[in-house]
């Protein structure tokens, strides 16, 4: 079996144990609460669309490993075809959740690490790609959900991490043994942890010699002792315990961030990828981040998507789709959401094989990819705000709606078109509010702003990799301060 079907995915959360936080209290059953519930019917969906023929060449493909079918996002990309595939799964995602599905993380790591363990073996005559790779069988074949795991907590930003006055503001080992290390450190943000089945973990940036025991990378699962998990807040959140779900607009979906503390847990030697090998650090950082900032522009694209047609709707259910400068709203929607999915596509048909065979993206486009991605998911949410009226942060609740007393009068003053059912602009307004102020907003805006990187790390990037000289050398030979080219046709 290499495909988990979302039932079995669903079974396996079940069966951990682990020591989850939620509102200051331990929270048993996980997979069944009504607050968390949505962001593991999004990592399901992960799973139902591998099994749907529809989707199957985007959704699965062969593993280089064992020949055999895997999900795609366990895979380990083979062709620049494999990156735009992987892309367009993304996008797929978004249409169908509305939200963060979460798994991509799991998937960007594993590209970045398999890469890197290659050429930190060749340099150092270590063993750790030998381990990865075997590790990758058993994800492959077991279909398991991943969470690459980066950020840490960090303490004073103007204090690397050895300078830190408390050393566990990075995660570090703080005990080598025999048979492995013991890790002690926190990470942060990081989304869909408790929904997965193992936890990858990478230093979270560039390392000086003398910081050995931050440059470590290795894997986990979830449920290991010494693990403590803390439930993020999300705006709006208790809208999940509410009697209705109109009013959490995204009435099934939703994404999920945790506080993960790393409280001195054991991780054994086959399960080590990288100890200490502060040389490949930014190697590391570099790859999983570029992957990372190549698949938003898949997964924030197809959450446009949909927003692009909750503006649709909502102007149709008001009566406004007529009015010119809504069409021209709309217009300008899509023609942001669509210069998104252009640099996902493109560092992806851009993208070139590394030492260790698999496929690596364009790491230019895929920074411009993401620095549009903190900037255009805002202009879209600022303009579907216009389209939809003031209506999405005054309407009352639903319960105001079906109440017997006043419920009646609710609709008749909530009502627009006659034909159109006051419900459904009711459930519309909450859907454009969950994701441009609400629950989803975490997703859609402020991860788009800081997930894979804030905006200056993608700036940093840029310039690093723009030739300018080859650049100022192209405009110094057009204006003939060099040499011009030979015009003797
Ligand atoms: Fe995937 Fe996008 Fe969520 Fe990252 S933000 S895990 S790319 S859906
Ligand atoms: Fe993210």
Not at 233 to 243: F, H, M, V
Not at 327 to 342: F, G, P, Q, S, V
Not at 424 to 444: C, K, P
Request: aromatic share 8%; proline share 3%; net charge negative.
């Amino acid at each position: 079996m290499t495909l988990k079907t979302p039932e079995e995915y669903i079974s396996d959360l079940r069966k951990m144990d682990i020591n989850l936080w939620l509102f200051g209290e331990q929270v048993k059953d996980y997979a069944d609460h009504p607050l968390i519930r949505p962001s593991i019917n999004a990592v399901a969906m992960t799973y139902k669309l591998a099994e749907e023929p529809e989707y199957e060449d985007i959704m699965t493909a062969t593993s280089n490993l064992t020949g055999n079918k895997v999900n795609r996002f366990t895979h380990l990309h083979q062709s620049a075809d494999d990156l735009v595939k992987k892309v367009k799964m993304q996008r797929l995602l978004g249409q169908k959740t509305g939200c963060c599905f979460q798994r991509c993380v799991g998937m960007d790591a594993f590209n970045a690490v398999y890469s890197t363990t290659f050429e930190l073996d060749a340099k150092h005559g270590t063993k750790y790609h030998e381990r990865f790779t075997e590790y990758m069988k058993y994800v492959q074949d077991n279909d398991l959900t991943v969470d690459g795991c980066m950020t840490d907590a960090r303490g004073d930003r103007s204090k690397a991490p050895g300078a830190q006055d408390d050393p566990d503001a990075y995660l570090h080992v703080v005990e080598r043994r025999s048979n492995g290390i013991v890790v002690r450190g926190c990470k942060l943000h990081q989304t869909g942890m408790i929904n997965s089945h193992e936890i990858l973990v990478m230093p979270n940036n560039s390392l000086k010699e003398s910081e050995k025991d931050w440059a470590v990378s290795f894997a986990i699962p979830v449920d290991t002792p010494g693990m403590i998990y803390i439930y993020g807040r999300q705006s709006c959140d208790t809208r999940k315990l509410e009697p209705t779900k109109v009013d959490v607009g995204n009435i099934n979906f939703g994404g999920q961030e945790v506080m993960a503390i790393f409280n001195d847990v054991f991780v054994p030697l086959e399960r080590i990828f990288m100890d200490g090998e502060t040389d490949f650090t930014t190697m590391l950082v570099e790859r999983f981040a570029g992957y990372h900032r190549q698949s938003y522009g898949g997964c924030k694209v197809g959450v446009g998507d949909t927003l692009i047609g909750a503006a649709q709707a909502i102007a149709e259910y008001n009566g406004a789709s007529k009015a010119s400068h809504i069409k021209d709203k709309i217009i300008e929607m899509c023609h942001l959401n669509e210069t998104l999915y252009a640099c996902g596509i493109a560092c992806s048909s851009e993208g070139h094989k590394t030492a260790a065979g698999n496929y690596m993206i364009d790491l230019l486009l895929a920074n411009i990819c993401k620095q549009n991605v903190t900037r255009f998911p805002y202009e879209i949410s600022r303009l579907v705000q216009d389209i939809a009226g003031g209506y999405m942060v005054t309407m009352p609740s639903d319960q105001d709606f079906t109440n017997p007393e006043i419920g009646s009068l609710v609709a008749k003053y909530s009502a627009t078109r006659s034909d159109i059912p006051v419900e459904h602009r009711q459930r519309m307004l909450r859907y454009i509010e969950n994701l441009t102020i609400g629950a989803g907003a975490v997703a859609y805006l402020t991860e788009s702003m800081h997930g894979a990187g804030s905006p200056q790390a993608q700036r940093i990037m840029i310039s690093r990799l723009v030739n300018f000289d080859h650049r100022k050398e192209l405009a110094e030979t057009l204006c003939g301060i060099r040499e011009n080219c030979d015009l003797t046709w």
